[in-house]
């Protein structure tokens, strides 16, 4: 008889307890207001400097063949195609690509930068980089 008064009694506070430590804090620390969700980036905003903005090279085309971005970016373009490929700018580019091989540029002036491939002159492509 003790013992069973004895767990009435601790059940007994243990309720108290949750009841006093659950209800009021717990409904007082829920904000008011839902917090409005994460903003989104405007559409046709690009990239923000410092970012890497990947070109595929594949099927024997650059994609996406016209690319802008903003200064600062950097273009990373990698080769999916099994046949080598080069980058090649007007006093920047790439040494030959093969397939699974990329390679970066950071472009650091705004302007309108064409490349074409070295082995495929009819390869061509522009990245358009503005302020
Ligand atoms: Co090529």
Redesign the pocket.
């Known amino acids: 008889m003790k013992i069973k008064l004895s767990f009435i009694t601790l059940f007994s506070v243990i309720t108290l307890l949750l009841a006093a430590c659950g209800a009021a804090p717990v409904a007082a620390s829920q904000p008011a207001v839902q917090q409005p969700a994460a903003p989104t980036q405007p559409a046709g905003q690009q990239p923000a400097s410092g970012n890497i903005v990947e070109v595929k ?1 594949a099927g ?1 085309a650059f994609s996406p063949a016209e690319l802008t971005v903003k200064v600062g970016t950097t273009v990373k373009w990698t080769n999916e ?1 099994s ?4 980058v090649a700018g007007s006093g920047w580019g790439s040494d030959t690509l093969n397939k699974g091989q990329s390679f970066s540029y950071t472009f650091t002036s705004a302007g309108t930068f064409a490349y074409q ?4 002159p009819n ?1 061509k492509a522009t990245v358009t980089v503005t302020q």
């Open positions: 090279i024997f195609d046949a080598p490929h080069t491939c070295g082995v495929h390869m």
